[in-house]
């Protein structure tokens, strides 16, 4: 409706029709109106999250190239699980055209039939920085993806719709990597503890083989006929 404002002396100075926001307002009312949306269609919903992958084979890292995300996702993964290999799908994660660069990174790592899993990670930023992952064409993209998607966008406060789609969110890069990645020392542990298992109960099965394969022996000689006493026949 119609905001009148008036001086002191109660004449009309001005008026305003519409108040439209801008800025950080504009993009918050964005962000709510694409949430509702998106969640009024199910793209959130818990039925539609994919499981991730117990042991990795190929991990995918949807990212830009330089920056301190990609090492703290690398750092984790060769020291957490370096049997996996990594797959980089290079992208913008700010600024013009970044929506349709993380789209096309995506859409590589979903072309790689091989691929079990994939982060998709920048750092933080103010809602401008982060924006791209608010597009709805980048929400579209990991929901359609068949590869199980980890969001690890911003700082651990931040909210953004690749979080809500994704199969799971992780509040840092460093943590995502961790999600997706079997701790190595933790299955080393795990193995010896079964070669361990192995050993004892095989030995054991052994010993009580050993036992009976005795008491049977034992069994026998007491059954079989003294064959040093001579048979006499009578007829």
């Not at 801008?22 to 199910?42: D, H, N, Y």
């Not at 095989?202 to 036992?211: D, F, G, P, Q």
């Amino acid at each position: 409706g119609r905001i009148s404002f008036y001086t002191n002396r109660g004449d009309l100075q001005f008026y305003i029709d519409r108040i439209k926001p801008e800025g950080i307002g504009a993009l918050q009312i964005a962000f709510e109106q694409l949430r509702e949306k998106l969640e009024k269609e199910g793209l959130f919903a818990e039925e539609h999250k994919r499981a991730l992958p117990r042991f990795p084979r190929k991990v995918g890292i949807v990212t830009s190239p330089s920056g301190a995300v990609l090492h703290d996702v690398l750092n984790v993964l060769s020291r957490r699980w370096p049997l996996a290999e990594v797959l980089l799908a290079p992208t913008l994660v700010q600024g013009e055209g970044a929506a349709s660069s993380i789209v096309d990174a995506l859409g590589t790592l979903n072309s790689e039939i091989t691929v079990d899993v994939a982060i998709i990670a920048r750092g933080g930023g103010s809602l401008e920085d982060l924006w791209p992952f608010n597009e709805e064409e980048v929400a579209r993209a990991i929901f359609n993806s068949r590869i199980p998607i980890v969001s690890a966008v911003g700082h651990e406060v931040d909210n953004t719709i690749a979080d809500l789609v994704s199969d799971m969110r992780a509040p840092t890069p460093s943590a995502a990597a961790e999600l997706i990645s079997p701790d190595r020392q933790e299955i080393l542990n795990n193995v010896s503890d079964y070669i361990e298992l192995l050993v004892e109960r095989t030995s054991r099965s052994l010993h009580e083989k050993r036992v009976g394969f005795s008491l049977a022996g034992d069994r026998l000689d007491i059954a079989a006929p003294d064959s040093t006493t001579p048979r006499v026949r009578v007829d």
